[in-house]
């Protein structure tokens, strides 16, 4: 007699089914609703395909289109697959890659034949026919083991020499997958290698849920070394209604780009001569100094010490960090140069010695605090000590991964550490947190924290690691702040909460950290004098608030879509005349609104009033200020705030008062 399969389900119940039976054949015993509705299944919490048949007892939760995580990768999965199969349906000679989920969408990289030519944006329309062709045709996607010796003579034979390299290099004697597009075994019917899960059928797919959006070149596994490949990405959701809300934060995005307002504000610009730095313009450069003024008096009141640290240090103390094995493919690093001069010509030229040290520029500060706190004999009384430096770094991010202010190789933090003892790490972790919260908030950001925890490989102790992820749960919960964790995503020495800012048009932002670091005291030899007489660690507290200066700008042009609050615009008001008989007041008024402490510019050209309003409205001017024959005679100003229809007449005294205590920031009103 066959033994049943016992498959608990979330609502508690245990149902009996034969051996061979599918989440979908219990989907369909529980009802015609949850049948049609459910997508895949998580077996024991594995996400598999609905059609997959149970292997033994389970816990089994089936996922409908309510798991919207799940559903949406799922339904990316299928989308790349579908576009691989279109575009060789459309073009049998071109080669297919691979072609992973994203964040909001998909892409498949292929190899085009050399008479085909890359792919361009005016193919897509032709491959978006054929997927929704594909997709209507509710196909099959069946789940198939193959032997690795069988899946290299199929891609060979086939002409797929990139897939055929991929599988050459699988494990010898492991059960590969593919999966078939159409009835297993069919004439069209088509395949791919894939780990899984997908769909039941292509029909699960909404074919007015999905756009294809660009096309990029990309190296075949990422090593310009190999074949350029063409990319196609596309954007895929649930239902068409997912779809235009995504197209709309797009459109809404690409109007707020801080690249395209960085240019029309007049705030900075990057070049190929400097690539990852950027040149800050007199706008751009008040838009930073504001932001550091405010950064340094909330550090202050906060009882931090500024200290300034080298840019470039012995790559032995790297070594001895940890750093470099993990990060030297990311540094900038020189050896030490020694001047060859030529007697003859009286010449000196730059030559390396064959014993030269190495340097290399710093990409964090955290070493460099540990040897200012290592200077002198440090008591427990002393303690906590707070040091924070503006300070700039350096990392050699790859020339593709660089995307204006939000990805550099030059870049300024807010960085500071804080050195205490075990029983002071929650209240100084608490501390922060309310400081992270004020700070937030007076930009008019909402967030939420996230707890990342011990990844695989790390430094420590795991008795070590328990203590520092206690501490930083103990130190949420004295604050009643609810948090997400986040395990493996730790940094490799230290576990850290996370700040994801929610901008104006609902996109997150990871800025804000502070990680618990018991490693790098130890590998530095840092000590304190304990009350017992004795040398004890401190523990060492990572932390920034802005995360870094460039990055934090970006997000707030586009927060604010260039429309910055008062106090950290560049220009906060301009006085433009209607007629130049009010050349004279407008001055008297621009001299008595720069006396009130506001950043304020005239505009006395001969031009008329409404071009005046549209350029300075397109600097993203928040008031602008006009004077005509009438104005100088009453001693008044026409004022126009930005993004407001009407403007108010007030006297000039009473303007500069109001416009006063806007342009203060929120600390100091």
């Excluded at 459910?38 to 997959?52: C, T, Y």
């Excluded at 040091?387 to 790859?398: A, I, Q, S, T």
């Excluded at 260039?562 to 007629?579: E, F, M, S, Y």
Aim: one cysteine or more; hydrophobic letters at 40%; charged letters at 30%.
């Amino acid at each position: 007699m066959t033994q049943l399969l016992k498959i608990s389900l979330p609502d508690g119940s245990v149902r009996e089914v034969e051996p061979g039976a599918t989440p979908a054949d219990i989907a369909a015993a529980i009802g015609p609703g949850l049948a049609k509705a459910a997508l895949a299944a998580r077996i024991d919490g594995e996400l598999r395909d609905l059609n997959r048949p149970l292997e033994g007892d389970a816990r089994l939760e089936l996922v409908t289109s309510r798991d919207e995580a799940d559903a949406l990768e799922l339904a990316r999965h299928d989308y790349a697959h579908v576009l691989a199969e279109a575009v060789q349906a459309l073009w049998p000679d071109t080669q297919i890659t691979f072609g992973p989920a994203t964040e909001d969408g998909f892409y498949y990289d292929f190899a085009p034949s050399a008479e085909r030519g890359p792919f361009t944006e005016e193919d897509l329309p032709v491959i978006e026919d054929k997927m929704r062709e594909i997709i209507r045709a509710d196909k099959p996607l069946t789940r198939e083991e193959w032997s690795r010796d069988r899946l290299i003579a199929w891609f060979r034979d086939k002409g797929e020499t990139f897939k055929a390299e991929w599988a050459a290099e699988l494990p010898q004697g492991e059960p590969l997958t593919v999966y078939h597009c159409g009835p297993v075994g069919a004439q069209d019917t088509w395949l791919d290698l894939c780990r899984g899960p997908h769909l039941a059928s292509t029909g699960k797919l909404d074919p007015h849920a999905f756009k294809l959006t660009r096309v990029s070149g990309a190296y075949w596994r990422g090593d310009q070394k190999n074949a350029m490949l063409s990319r196609i990405y596309g954007t895929g959701w649930l239902n068409r209604k997912q779809l235009d809300a995504h197209l709309l934060r797009l459109e809404e995005a690409a109007k707020r780009d801080h690249r395209k307002l960085g240019r029309e504000m007049d705030l900075f610009h990057l070049q190929e001569e400097a690539h990852g730095s950027v040149f800050w313009h007199p706008k751009g450069y008040r838009i930073w100094r504001e932001l550091e003024a405010y950064m340094r008096r909330r550090m202050d009141a906060g009882g931090y010490r500024e200290i300034k640290t080298p840019q470039l240090m012995d790559v032995r103390q790297w070594e001895a960090s940890g750093h470099w094995g993990k990060y030297a493919q990311n540094m900038f690093a020189v050896p030490d140069i020694v001047p060859d001069v030529d007697a003859e010509a009286g010449v000196a030229s730059p030559k390396v010695a064959p014993d030269a040290d190495w340097m290399a520029i710093k990409p964090m500060n955290c070493p460099a605090h540990v040897l200012v706190f290592k200077q002198g004999i440090t008591s427990y009384r002393d303690l906590p000590i707070r040091l924070g430096e503006m300070g700039c770094c350096h990392r050699n991010e790859p020339h593709g991964a660089l995307h204006g202010l939000m990805r550099v190789r030059q870049f300024t933090q807010d960085d500071a550490h804080i050195f205490c003892t075990e029983a002071q790490v929650v209240d100084e972790v608490r501390r922060f947190i309310e400081l992270a919260d004020a700070v937030y908030r007076d930009f008019g950001f909402t967030y939420a924290i996230k707890l990342a925890l011990r990844p695989d490989q790390r430094f420590g102790s795991d008795a070590d690691w328990d203590k520092a992820e206690g501490e930083l749960r103990d130190a949420l919960r004295a604050l009643g702040v609810e948090w997400e964790e986040l395990p493996g995503e730790g940094a490799f020495y230290a576990p850290k909460l996370e700040w994801h800012l929610t901008d104006a048009i609902g996109r997150t932002w990871q800025v804000g950290t502070i990680q618990s670091d018991r490693v790098l005291p130890e590998r530095l030899d840092a000590t304190y004098v304990g009350e017992d007489g004795g040398k004890h660690r401190p523990v060492m507290l990572h932390r920034a608030i802005f995360g870094s200066y460039e990055r934090f700008i970006g997000i707030l042009i586009e927060h604010y879509a260039g429309k910055l609050p008062l106090w950290l615009a560049p220009v906060q008001a301009v006085v433009a005349t209607i007629v130049s008989d009010a050349d004279d007041y407008a001055m008297q008024a621009e001299a008595q609104l720069r006396a009130a402490g506001l950043r304020v510019t005239r505009d006395l050209r001969n031009e008329k009033i409404n071009y005046k309003v549209r350029e300075h409205s397109l600097a993203k001017v928040p008031h602008l200020l006009v004077v005509g024959k009438r104005e100088a005679e009453e001693g008044t100003v026409a004022i126009r705030t930005l993004g407001e229809e009407r403007q108010r007449i007030m006297k000039l005294e009473e303007a500069c008062e109001i416009l006063k205590t806007g342009a203060l920031p929120p600390d100091l009103r």
